[in-house]
């Protein structure tokens, strides 16, 4: 939001050394270099050490990555079903309902499925972007652009873990993973966007 927001250029330079020094620090961290060591937990450097190689601890904490992908992986091109996949129905696949969901509708609805889902998202951020453009006020449009990039975090977070290409980190898939609170809020969000655009057409009837 800062980045898309009308800053001048001290600004825009500020905020991109802040984000290289707040970069810095966790690497060090991971790395154990002193005095940051501390600021990362244990399990959050397994969690980064089993983004980077799964494969080093496939019955640890590389477990939940590895059966991900050989679920995303079955799903082949038109998927097996609903409740027919092995991954998912026999719990192979850890947290399906939530975490991990996208691999269980990539497993029974398969690469077509799974562009369908990516696509309908698309058409939502689309329309978020849209009430940013015709919003009356920077507020306005400010607040449509926060909820696109809250979403699009999650979409790409949620769906990065589950092809392994993005560490674990338990963000759910909104709209779709279990949870009444992360629902709850994104419905609260497009509520508030969709308040924009009436404003918007109030204004210009």
């Known amino acids: 939001m800062l980045f898309y927001a009308p800053l001048v250029r001290w600004q825009r330079v500020f905020l991109t050394v802040g984000i290289l020094l707040v970069a810095m620090v966790i690497t060090l961290s991971f790395k154990g270099v002193s005095p940051f060591k501390g600021i990362l937990k244990d399990y959050q450097k397994d969690r980064l050490i089993s983004f980077i190689d799964p494969s080093k601890d496939p019955a640890g904490s590389g477990y939940n990555v590895q059966q991900s992908k050989i679920a995303v992986g079955s799903g082949g091109l038109l998927g097996q079903g609903l409740g027919e996949g092995s991954q998912s129905q026999l719990n192979f696949l850890p947290v399906a309902h ?76 909104p709209f779709l993973s279990y949870g009444g609170t992360t629902l709850l809020t994104n419905a609260i969000l497009i509520g508030v966007a969709q308040s924009v655009v009436t404003r918007h057409k109030r204004l210009t009837f």
């Open 98 to 173: 939530a975490d991990f969901i996208f691999a269980g509708i990539a497993e029974a609805w398969g690469l077509i499925g799974s562009y369908g889902v990516i696509f309908v998202f698309g058409i939502l951020c689309f329309r978020l972007l849209h009430a940013a453009r015709i919003a009356k006020d920077d507020f306005g449009m400010l607040l449509c652009v926060g909820i696109t990039i809250k979403l699009i975090f999650e979409l790409l977070v949620n769906i990065g873990m589950n092809i392994g290409i993005m560490p674990v980190t338990g963000i759910p898939l």
